[in-house]
């Protein structure tokens, strides 16, 4: 049974840091690319960034050069390294990947950022 597991968020002042975990059980975990969403209220999940099996990663322009996502294979494990944030960061994130044959969601750690 795939399982994913949020954690780390809270709330955090404007230009403060977070560092989201996601952890995952019941997949080969290093076989697959990971990847984190957010969905702000009243908005569209979107993709925040993507790390590959190879770790090669891929961000969200808004994002860009803020945050560093990574994973640690030997935990099975994936991080979001979150700085400079700002309130329109504020949102629920989401740790995803696909396995066929659907994607799989965890459950979503909230992030609020206050100006």
């Known amino acids: 049974q795939v399982q994913l597991v949020e954690s780390g968020g809270g709330l955090v002042q404007a230009g403060g840091s977070l560092r989201l975990s996601c952890a995952a059980s019941?997949?080969?975990?290093?076989?697959?690319?990971m990847s984190w969403y957010r969905q702000a209220p009243g908005k569209e999940r979107e993709l925040v960034a993507t790390?590959?099996?190879?770790?090669?990663?891929i961000y969200a322009d808004s994002v860009n050069g803020r945050f560093a996502i990574s994973r640690d294979n030997a935990k099975n494990a994936l991080y979001l390294q979150m700085n400079s944030l700002k309130p329109e960061d504020t949102g629920v994130y989401y740790c995803?990947?696909?396995?066929?044959?659907?994607?799989?969601w965890g459950q979503g750690t909230q992030v609020t950022v206050s100006s």
């Open positions: 019941g997949i080969g975990f290093r076989d697959y690319s």
């Open positions: 995803t990947t696909y396995i066929f044959p659907r994607q799989r």
């Open positions: 790390i590959t099996n190879r770790g090669n990663t």
